[in-house]
């Protein structure tokens, strides 16, 4: 995917990714490049989006249903057919809400008489806790990288960044050198939605960082306009950085099922823990709403708990008294 797909261009129109496989319907083509040109959706999120309708439009013709035919019936007949797949509840609630956007869209332009996916409700979804390494399973996947290496202090440098600033895998990898701000210790980060975010880098992470870029990042051979680079001078891609997150997460120790995206989540709880406000971490990683911050109060809720016994005047009192 190249840059510019994900951030606002010279002109303020965005160019379809070349990368995004044709639908084989003109609806569903229409649709997803009204969600690039409007919404900047990430190339994952386009790419599930295509493959949920791709799946959808191959029952549809299946059934001998063409897209302007269909009712609540055959919505229904579709969802008991995932269901018997196996699908999670999260899966499940993905090609609901893909189905539901895509209909609306339909109805929306004119292309059919009326939205059948507007009474489809989500399923239940459990609430779970994401996978946290704790501090000092954090530090020892740190001090993995050999950073006497380009790859080493390449690996290293992108390793602390992402604990540092709590990125998503597709922000890391879409960084240029110009994003980040030596001198004040900011990163410019363009999220979902091409929003724009600025997130600090701590001190440790600003040397290690500014000494990747200005002595080891040359050593590439840069090809592309990215922070980190293959061997071959171009950008990583999202595959390359998770196996290297499982790869130095195995060196030391961990066996746990460690992916980017839990460099993330400890990020925001390390920060709760040490007394972060919610509000300040929704800021940090980017989330348009606040609800989907509220995932981490378990942590606020445990410091809440630790203060309330450790000031309140009658926490100290022996319980049998």
Known sequence: MSADATRPSSQGVLPLR??????SHPWIDRY??????????????????????????????EKRCPLDAVNNGSLFLY???????????????????????FFAFLAEEGLVAEDPARLLQNPKLPKTL????????????????????????????????????????????????????????LLRIFGKGSKERLVPVHYEGQRILSEYLLRWRPEFSPKQDRMFLNRSGKGLTRQAVWKSVKRYAQE??????????????????????????????????????????????????????????KYHPRADMNKDD
């Open 18 to 23: 070349a990368e995004t496989p044709p639908s």
């Open 130 to 185: 994401p996978e946290v390494l704790s501090r000092e399973e954090m530090a020892r996947i740190l001090a993995r990288p050999d950073q006497t290496s380009k790859l080493g202090a390449r690996d290293k440098a992108m390793l602390e960044l992402l604990y540092a600033s709590g990125l998503r895998v597709s922000e890391l990898i879409e960084l240029r050198p110009l994003d980040y701000d030596d001198q004040a210790g």
């Open 32 to 61: 997803l490049e009204t969600l690039l040109l409007e919404k900047g959706l990430s190339e994952n999120s386009l790419e599930n989006y295509s493959r949920d309708l791709a799946s959808f439009l191959a029952f549809s013709e």
């Open 79 to 101: 969802l008991t057919r995932l269901r018997a797949r196996g699908l999670t509840s999260r899966t499940l609630a993905r090609h609901i809400s893909t189905l539901r956007g």
């Open 252 to 309: 030391a120790g961990i066996r746990r099922d460690i992916s980017p995206h839990t460099f993330r989540h400890s990020f925001a709880t390390h920060l709760l823990e040490g007394g972060a406000d919610l509000r300040s971490v929704q800021i940090l990683l980017g989330h348009a709403d606040i609800s989907s911050t509220e995932i981490y109060t378990h942590v606020e809720t445990g410091r809440l708990m630790r203060i309330h016994h």
